[in-house]
């Protein structure tokens, strides 16, 4: 599956910015989905997971109740509505998938990334 994320950008704290990740050359809903994102000098971290159906989500505690993932099955697309942004949000953000019922744990594919930036 191939993975193009969209979105990022230059935002004040407090703003709010969405990002898209379309998914192609896969059936789309055989997939979970996650944003992770990397700030410079730090590991990657997980942001947010979406079951292949939509139903589970998980966060991590550092965005509980700012960030929502969500995803459109018709479109191909997940989507990670940021609200309240922190100047610790900025990192490169990307989206991955897993296919579901063959034993994958790890996310294995990935988006190339988009940019968001906090300022102050």
């Known amino acids: 599956v191939q993975l193009q994320a969209s979105g990022g950008g230059l935002v004040q704290a407090g703003g709010s910015l969405r990002l898209s990740c379309v998914a192609s050359?896969?059936?789309?809903?055989?997939?979970?989905m996650a944003w992770y994102r990397q700030a410079p000098g730090n590991q990657r971290e997980l942001v947010a997971t979406?079951?292949?159906?939509?139903?589970?989500?998980r966060y991590a505690d550092s965005v509980k109740g700012r960030f929502t993932i969500s995803r459109d099955n018709a479109k191909n697309t997940v989507y990670l509505q940021m609200n309240s942004l922190k100047p610790e949000d900025t990192a490169v953000y990307f989206c991955?998938?897993?296919?579901?019922?063959?034993?994958?744990?790890?996310?294995?594919?990935w988006g190339q990334g988009t940019l968001v930036t906090v300022s102050s």
């Open positions: 050359g896969s059936i789309f809903s055989l997939h979970d």
């Open positions: 979406i079951s292949n159906g939509g139903i589970i989500t």
């Open positions: 991955a998938a897993r296919r579901v019922g063959v034993g994958v744990i790890l996310y294995n594919y």
